[in-house]
């Protein structure tokens, strides 16, 4: 089992920058990739970028450029970050973090964060 928390959700200026943290722990060595998705309001999930365990780094086209994705390791703990800039208002959504991860030899699942809310303003 992998359990994954989010942060650094927030109230931004449309133009502002923000930076959205996740962790995840428990099973971290059965973690395949961490990727980042967001819900808009009245809209489905949206893919946003993933990086895999190997670094291989995967994004949708529409928020290449002003999205990155970044990553980091703890001897327990395995960090995704999601750098957002130029943030417009409709950027704003319920962003949550999701750990693909093996649950036996050939089979992996997602787990998922709460999410953290991030509304931008104009």
């Known amino acids: 089992q992998v359990q994954v928390v989010e942060s650094g959700g927030g109230l931004v200026q449309a133009g502002g920058s923000l930076r959205l943290s996740c962790a995840a722990s428990?099973?971290?060595?059965?973690?395949?990739?961490m990727g980042w998705y967001r819900r808009a309001p009245g809209k489905e999930r949206e893919f946003i970028a993933e990086?895999?365990?190997?670094?291989?780094?995967?994004?949708t086209d529409s928020l290449k450029g002003r999205f990155t994705i970044s990553r980091d390791n703890a001897k327990n703990t395995k960090y995704l970050y999601l750098h957002m800039n130029s943030l417009k208002p409709e950027d704003t959504a319920v962003y949550y973090c999701a750990a693909e991860a093996y649950v036996d030899s050939y089979n992996t699942e997602h787990f998922w964060g709460q999410g953290t809310p991030v509304t931008v303003s104009s």
């Open positions: 428990g099973n971290i060595f059965s973690i395949n990739a």
């Open positions: 990086i895999t365990s190997g670094g291989v780094t995967k994004y």
